[in-house]
């Protein structure tokens, strides 16, 4: 069983960063991939940037050049740079863990609670 915690959401004026981090524990990022997904309100979870055992990264085409995604294999921990923020990157943040390198969340079967970012204008 595979447990996630996302924490670093808050709120920020456009143009601000912020820094979500994903402490993983039950096992390790050698065993899975692992991915960043966003749900805005009255809209459908879509994927947002994911990272495979190796450092391969994709992201989602709306947060290309503005968000990076990373972890740390020795502290079993995820993150998710987030630069340049836009009101419309407003949502609860999710990670999630899963055994393929992909941005659908069907592929996804441990998910975390969800940390929220609002950005205003």
């Known amino acids: 069983q595979v447990q996630l915690v996302e924490s670093g959401g808050g709120s920020v004026q456009a143009g601000g960063s912020l820094r979500l981090s994903c402490a993983v524990s039950?096992?390790?990022?050698?065993?899975?991939?692992m991915g960043w997904f966003r749900q805005a309100p009255g809209k459908k979870r879509e994927g947002v940037a994911a990272?495979?055992?190796?450092?391969?990264?994709i992201y989602a085409d709306s947060v290309k050049g503005r968000f990076t995604i990373s972890k740390d294999n020795a502290k079993n921990t995820l993150y998710l740079q987030m630069n340049s923020l836009k009101p419309e990157d407003t949502a609860m943040y999710y990670c999630?863990?899963?055994?393929?390198?992909?941005?659908?969340?069907?592929?996804?079967?441990?998910w975390g609670q969800g940390t929220q970012v609002t950005v205003s204008s």
């Open positions: 990272i495979d055992s190796g450092g391969s990264t």
């Open positions: 999630a863990a899963g055994r393929i390198f992909t941005m659908i969340e069907e592929h996804f079967g441990y």
């Open positions: 039950g096992d390790t990022f050698s065993n899975h991939y």
